[in-house]
C-alpha cells in the first residue's frame, strides 16, 4: 500500500497543495498542469515533497511508451525484463496471454503501433512491481483493450488518466489540490462542408503480411473524420500512407490541398524540453499552416478543454481534419467516422 499526507511539491510555483490519498484502485483526473504526474512521481519515490508523508513506492510508468523499448525483438524486451527481477517464462507468457500480446512476441519492436507499445511497456512494469503508477496508459489503447489492462492490474494502482469515459471512481486534481468534479459541456459550431479535398481508393498496404485492404473513403473540405479500430488494425500506418511517409502497395490517393500531419509522439515535431500535453498542442498547432490536417491520436496527453479548443480552434479555420483516435470522448465532435 502507497499512502501519501498533506503533499506539498512547487517547483517554480506550487504543484501541490496537502494532497492526501491511500493508493488502492486509484484514478487521478484533471486539467493539463493540474499536478498529476508530479503526485505520480511522488508516489514512485522519483520526486521527494517538500512537506507531507509518504508510506511505500510505487513503480512509475510515463508517457512515452518509446524511452522503454530498448531492444530489437518484443520477447527479448520482456525476457531481460523478466530475468532482472527474478520472474521466468511462464510469468512472461501469463501476462503476454492476459494482455492480449501473444501474437506479437516474435515481432520487431520497430514494426509495433503505438498502442502495441503501450501494452509492451505494461507488460514491461507488470514484471517490475506489484504498485503500479500509471501516467495515461490508455492514451494509445481502443476501449475494450484498456478494459481489459483494468482487469489484469493487481491493486494496488494509481493511474493519472485524461479519458474520464475510462475511469470507474476518480479524484479530480485541480490547481494542486482535491477538488470537486467540474460540469462538463462543450459545443462544437457547425462547420461548412465543402467539395472533396482527399478521395482514396482501394488502398492496400503491410509490412511483411497485408494489414490494409482496399480502403476507400473521402473526405470533405471543413470536415472532421474519425479513423477508429481495434489496436495493430493499421490506422497509424493509413496516416502515414495519406502523408506520403509510407507508399501504397496498391491503389489511389487523391489530393486537392496542403497536407499537414501530426505524429502521436508529439517529440518527433517538437524537440524543446515540455511536457508531453505542452509538446502535443505545439505540434498540432504547427499543422494549421496546411489545409488537410493528418493527426494520429491528437488528444492523448490532453485534458478535456484541450481537446476541445484543438478541436475548436482548427473549426474556426475550415481545415479539414482526418484524425487517427481511440479518445470516444472525441467522436461527437467528429462529422464522419470511418471504421477499418
Not at 494532497?19 to 508516489?43: E, H, M, P, Q
Not at 465543402?194 to 471543413?222: P, Q
Amino acid at each position: 500500500m502507497v499512502s501519501l499526507r498533506d503533499i506539498w511539491f512547487s517547483y517554480s510555483k506550487p504543484v501541490l497543495r496537502g494532497v492526501s490519498l491511500d493508493v488502492d484502485r486509484t484514478f487521478i483526473c484533471g486539467y493539463n498542469g493540474s499536478g498529476k504526474t508530479t503526485l505520480l512521481k511522488i508516489a514512485s519515490g522519483l520526486l521527494k515533497p517538500d512537506k507531507g508523508i509518504v508510506e511505500g513506492r510505487a513503480v512509475y510508468v510515463h508517457q512515452n511508451a518509446d524511452d522503454y523499448i530498448l531492444f530489437s525483438k518484443v520477447k527479448n524486451e520482456l525476457l531481460i525484463q523478466a530475468v532482472q527481477c527474478g520472474r521466468d517464462l511462464d510469468e512472461v507468457l501469463r501476462i503476454a496471454r492476459k494482455l492480449g500480446i501473444v501474437h506479437i512476441l516474435e515481432r520487431e519492436t520497430s514494426k509495433l503501433s503505438d498502442g502495441e507499445k503501450r501494452l509492451l511497456t505494461i507488460a514491461l512494469a507488470l514484471l517490475k512491481g506489484d504498485c503500479l503508477a500509471l501516467d495515461e496508459p490508455f492514451a494509445n489503447l481502443h476501449p475494450k483493450v484498456a478494459e481489459k489492462v483494468l482487469k489484469v492490474l493487481k491493486e494496488p494502482f494509481i493511474i493519472a488518466e485524461h479519458r474520464i469515459s475510462l475511469c470507474e471512481d476518480f479524484i479530480w486534481l485541480e490547481n494542486g489540490k482535491i477538488r470537486d468534479v467540474p460540469d462538463f459541456h462543450f459545443e462544437l459550431p457547425k462547420g461548412e462542408i465543402g467539395e472533396v479535398v482527399l478521395r482514396v481508393e482501394d488502398l492496400c498496404f503491410g509490412y511483411k503480411d497485408s494489414l490494409l485492404k482496399d480502403v476507400t473513403f473521402e473526405a470533405r473540405r471543413g470536415e472532421i473524420l474519425a479513423v477508429v479500430g481495434m489496436n495493430g488494425c493499421g490506422k497509424t500506418t493509413l496516416i502515414k500512407l495519406l502523408a506520403g511517409i509510407l507508399k501504397p502497395w496498391s491503389g489511389e490517393i487523391s489530393v486537392k490541398g496542403k497536407i499537414g500531419h501530426c505524429l502521436s509522439n508529439p517529440y518527433y515535431h517538437v524537440q524543446e524540453p515540455i511536457s508531453f500535453g505542452e509538446a502535443k498542442i505545439k505540434a498540432l498547432e504547427r499543422t494549421f499552416k496546411a489545409d488537410i490536417l493528418l493527426w494520429d491520436e491528437p488528444t492523448a496527453g490532453l485534458d478535456i478543454t484541450k481537446k476541445f479548443q484543438i478541436l475548436k480552434r482548427a473549426r474556426e479555420l475550415k481545415k479539414t481534419i482526418i484524425m487517427a483516435t481511440h479518445d470516444e470522448d472525441i467522436l461527437e465532435f467528429c462529422d464522419h467516422v470511418v471504421e477499418i
